[in-house]
């Protein structure tokens, strides 16, 4: 969802903290979603349970019926690349899953996703996997007081493309986070350096690199949410929720915890961060 025209909200310190805590509860979402995740489970279970959870801490889920989306959880497979609605079908083996979740508490919100592999998935699917994730920590790298957005655009950019041959998704984009789920500014996956919104001390944004394996063009599917690499390859989506500090990024969401799950789960595959 686009965050164009919106005016851009600096957070004092005692609302980063809250972000932070709803950053923290949706990646113990996600680590629940990689302790269920399996050949035979099916996405509605998985949002089920990561409903419940988050209830269960005192939030409320964050994506269920904005804008009208009528479920916890997006999951999108395989082709799909976001907004996802889980579905009863089981996952099998060869899938990759991406999940992005969302709660609120408190009144500000939290966001992260992660993408997941299961089973015998083939090597140039991991590789995809690979370098998305690094992406993000390379647009990360870019979240620092006195750089632009395009600073950070350029860093995913050129990893992905120029470097790996792969297609950044264009209509997609971060955005920033706090009262709202989307506020300004928007964080393009694409850009160039020095151009933008000037990045300050207390800016809080989500950066998530949407990554085909194939070209960059999307479509939808028929249910109106689900997008879709439009060559029907692969494609990977990760994401951290960040604030903007000076020197280097105060990152808000945690993947660590859900590493560990995988760790814990034979029928995930581990994706590491590439040299």
């Known amino acids: ?29 996600l680590t629940l979603v990689a302790s269920l995740l399996k050949p035979g489970v099916s996405g509605k279970e998985i949002d089920q349970k990561a409903e419940e959870l988050i209830r269960d801490h005192g939030a409320i889920p964050g994506f269920k019926g904005l804008y009208g989306f009528p479920n916890t959880l997006c999951i999108s497979k395989n082709e799909a690349v976001v907004h996802g609605i889980p579905s009863d079908i089981e996952f099998k083996d060869g899938d990759i899953v991406s999940v992005d979740c969302g709660t609120k508490m408190d009144g500000f919100y939290g966001d992260a996703a992660y993408t997941f592999a299961i089973g015998e998935v083939p090597e140039e699917t991991l590789e995809l996997l690979r370098v998305t994730k690094t992406a993000l920590y390379k647009g990360i790298e870019n979240a620092i007081h006195g750089k632009r957005i395009g600073d950070i655009g350029q860093a995913i950019q050129d990893y992905c493309e120029k470097e790996n041959g792969y297609g950044i998704v264009r209509e997609l984009v971060g955005h920033g986070l706090g009262r709202e789920l989307h506020e300004a500014p928007e964080v393009p996956n694409y850009g160039r350096r020095g151009r933008g919104v000037l990045l300050k001390d207390g800016l809080v944004i989500a ?54 799950e995988i760790k814990n789960n034979p029928n995930i595959h581990e994706i590491s961060l590439k040299n």
């Open 1 to 29: 969802m686009r965050s164009e025209g919106k005016k851009i909200v600096f957070k004092t310190d005692e609302e980063v903290e809250i972000v932070r805590r709803n950053c923290l509860l949706v990646s113990k979402t």
């Open 207 to 260: 950066i998530e690199p949407m990554v085909n394996l194939g070209k960059r063009d999307i479509g939808y599917d028929k249910d109106g949410w689900t997008v879709i690499a439009r060559d029907r390859k692969p494609s990977a989506h990760y994401e951290h929720t960040v604030c903007v500090r000076r020197g280097k990024a105060d990152i808000l969401s945690d993947h660590s915890g859900i590493e560990a």
